[in-house]
């Protein structure tokens, strides 16, 4: 790789050796991805939590905190595995918690601001168009390319905390122009009126196109999608699809039109998306033994917005008994929330509402599933519905209305 001066002072330890093994390990990535050089970033975006890292990562961060390693940029955390207010009340274990605390802790002395969120980019920072940042998670990464027209590949936690020591980047992938194009047309002729809809489009894109470097241009949108609605489209394309970019004509920066979107390359094929599409989604769950005692509304983090339709929805009913409902939010959305009166209004329906995580990344959530009896979970997120399988739910998309009703009733719809 070209090295500037700057980096080539990294390289050699002038700066510290955290700097130094963190450009090192980028100069390994680079490397492997062909990259020629780095480009510098501004922002950083990384998953941290013990369930993720595990003991070894706690013990590496510890040691990083200790030898005074420092961002150079600014720097913030994804969802947590905990909200230790309800640590006891989920069945959490209390010495994992306590591992988080001391996590975080390292963080903090490191210079990360444990903001705690997957919708950093509708609650925290807006990248503006071209400028390079480097986030993990899946719903963080297709949103900045995406919507913001920024340039960011999926950052695993180590690659984003070398970058937030170094402020670079490799520059290969979506930070290169020639990646950014798209790569196949997407005519969308569904009405797409609920944000499980937007979730549906996702999941038969993204199905059908499992690849990094496939980018959907979305044609026929009868209208400007709104930030929630593309945030679960792009959620979805990218736990689906491992997408990381998409186009939508008319209303993505790089896609004022279809010729500009696929940027003089030829598409590889034209999708049809009908209404009828999207209802096969729904019809393609099963019930299994039939229990609705899961209702979740999570991946990403709720908007203010969000919230609000859901107090909206539930204000002066209540949740079935024997059924559990989840409401995830970042902490910021949940102090807007409660001050508005929209936790009220959710909490005394009988949801219970967590801050600061995401519920499929739970720590012990296999455990927790078990505990409680959970076979199915219902939810208007495509993304949850598909990355919780791994904890051995049954899981059935649904549209939020409909989820709010299931809640109530205890009766699937």
């Known amino acids: ?97 306590e591992k988080e605390k001391q996590l975080i802790a390292h963080l903090q002395a490191m210079d990360v601001m444990t903001t705690d969120t997957c919708i950093n980019y509708q609650t925290l920072y807006q990248p503006h168009f071209g400028e390079h940042v480097a986030w993990g998670d899946t719903g963080t990464v297709i949103y900045a ?19 937030a020591l170094t402020g670079r980047t490799p520059a290969y992938g979506f930070h290169l122009d ?56 792009g959620a979805a394309l990218a736990s689906y699809g491992s997408m990381g970019m998409f186009h939508a004509v008319g209303t993505t920066p790089e896609a004022p039109s279809l010729t500009a979107a696929l940027g003089g390359n030829k598409p590889t094929e034209e999708v049809r998306i009908t209404n009828a599409d999207i209802e096969n989604v729904y019809r393609s769950y099963d019930l299994k033994d039939g229990q609705c005692n899961l209702v979740v509304f999570s991946a990403p ?43 009220r209004d959710i909490e005394q329906a009988g949801a219970t509402v967590l801050s600061g995580v995401c519920f499929y990344i739970l720590q012990n959530l296999s455990e927790i599933r078990v505990r409680n009896g959970w076979t199915n979970l219902i939810s208007n997120s495509a993304k949850i519905v598909n990355t919780i399988t791994a904890h051995k739910f049954n899981t059935i998309l649904r549209r939020t209305v409909a989820c709010v009703d299931i809640a109530v009733t205890g009766m699937l719809k």
Request: some cysteine; aromatic content about 6%; charged content about 25%.
């Open 178 to 233: 020639q990646h950014r194009r798209g790569t196949f047309v997407v005519r969308v002729e569904a009405d797409l009126r609920d944000l499980a809809d937007w979730g549906a489009l996702g999941k038969v894109v993204g199905q059908t196109h499992q690849d990094y470097f496939a980018v959907p241009v979305f044609d026929g949108l009868e209208r400007t999608a709104s930030a929630d609605e593309l945030k679960h489209l």
């Open 1 to 97: 790789m070209k090295l500037t001066q700057h980096e080539q002072s990294m390289v050699r330890g002038d700066m510290g050796s955290e700097i130094q093994r963190a450009i090192e390990q980028q100069i390994q990535v680079g490397e492997f991805w062909g990259a020629d050089r780095f480009v510098e970033v501004t922002n950083v975006h990384m998953m941290g939590d013990i369930e993720v890292m595990g003991d070894s990562g706690l013990e590496h961060l510890s040691c990083m905190a200790q030898r005074k390693a420092r961002c150079v940029i600014r720097t913030t955390t994804n969802a947590r595995c905990f909200d230790f207010a309800h640590v006891e009340a989920l069945g959490q274990d209390q010495a994992e918690a």
């Open 145 to 163: 390319n995406s919507v913001f027209g920024a340039r960011t590949n999926f950052e695993s936690g180590p690659a984003a905390m070398a970058a």
């Open 301 to 343: 983090q709720l908007s203010l917005f969000e919230m609000k339709q859901l107090a909206d929805l539930m204000r002066g009913r209540k949740v079935k008994t024997g059924t559990h409902v989840f409401v995830t939010t970042a902490n910021t959305v949940r102090s807007d929330a409660a001050r508005l009166g929209y936790l």
